[in-house]
């Protein structure tokens, strides 16, 4: 039997059976007697039947619906306005099964809007949720919730390590801080300051740039480089370009700066207005402004984290779990694709 071809006709057949019994037996509408139900069942499993699953959303008249939590986008920062493309991309791949998506968009950084989205969420009960855990304490909360209600989730673009979720799509944070003190040392030419820019609120609460932070210290550390580098970490919010003239004035042999978000354009502004192209800076996503300073030269490397595709297999997977039943206990870890002048029209 051709495993790839498989009809329920076949199994039929080969159980000695009708048709319309195997029917029953794959949705489980009773009616069966349990030797027969068995036989049909090992058919199937041997078999490796899939049912066709356009087929059954036709004559099916329930809808499934994800919710999706994500950050709104901004002219400022276009990588959410990446991620939404590849969801709405998925969309219309499974629109067809009955499958709809209602969004739920918050404000990057209110963390009151978020827990206002996530009310919401609770009251619209849907068959998933794709989560961005944007603040640790009140994502945990919500998946306890979750979980109590058996409504599958998945994490995008941060993680919180849960066992319950059906996968998470991102990066690992730590290896790209890692690979980003990698960059940073092999570019540099002198010993001198390396400022550590983190450019978010409640930075405590995300996750994701704990992690980057500790990879990227943690490369320092291993290659025993303390006497040659000084790691300056700052948060810069509120203020930046008054902040950083500040850090500057007060370090003057910086050599090298690693921004931890998509940001990265704020400091390259800041090394255009003083003319200092000497100093190394990499950060995250050829996106926005971005893209003019890595041209201009002023930003020297960004770590892809490949937006429109995390955005894209998060609801891919999602429908994988609730229509097939289908989950992969492995991360689903993007690539990590390093951009420069050189290389930045290909990925465009």
Known sequence: ????????????????????????????????????????????????????????????????????????RSTENVFWKKILDGIIRAENEVKAFNFKLEFFLFELYDEEDYVQQIK??????????????SFEDEAKLFTDRLNE?????VFINSDLKSENR??????DSYATGYLGAKLLHYGIKRKGTILIVNNAKNIENYNHFFERNRGFIDYFDEHNMGYDYLLLKKKIFDDF?????????????????????????????????????DIILIGYDAIGENIKYIESGYID??????????????IIELFNYIAKGERNSEDLLM???ILTKENLKYYS
């Open 241 to 277: 370009e008054l902040t950083v003239q500040k850090i500057f004035t007060e370090h003057d042999d910086i050599v090298g700066i690693y921004f931890s978000n998509v940001k990265s354009f704020l400091m390259a502004r800041y090394l255009e207005k003083i003319n200092r192209k």
């Open 335 to 337: 690539p990590m694709d």
């Open 1 to 72: 039997m051709d495993k790839d071809n498989i009809r329920i006709k076949d199994i039929a057949k080969k159980a000695g059976v009708s048709p319309g019994t195997v029917d029953r037996v794959l949705h489980d509408r009773g009616g069966v007697k349990e030797k027969t139900k068995i036989k049909i069942l090992d058919l199937l499993k041997e078999s490796g039947y899939q049912p066709n699953l356009m087929a059954r959303a036709l004559i099916s008249k329930k809808e499934y619906t994800i919710a999706v939590l994500i950050p709104k």
């Open 301 to 314: 490397f960004v770590i892809s984290q490949n937006p429109y595709k995390q955005g894209y297999f998060s």
């Open 149 to 153: 209600k058996k409504i599958p989730y």
């Open 120 to 133: 919401k969420i609770i009251d619209l009960n849907p068959q998933g949720v794709v989560i961005k855990p």
């Open 166 to 171: 059906i996968r998470y799509i991102g990066q």
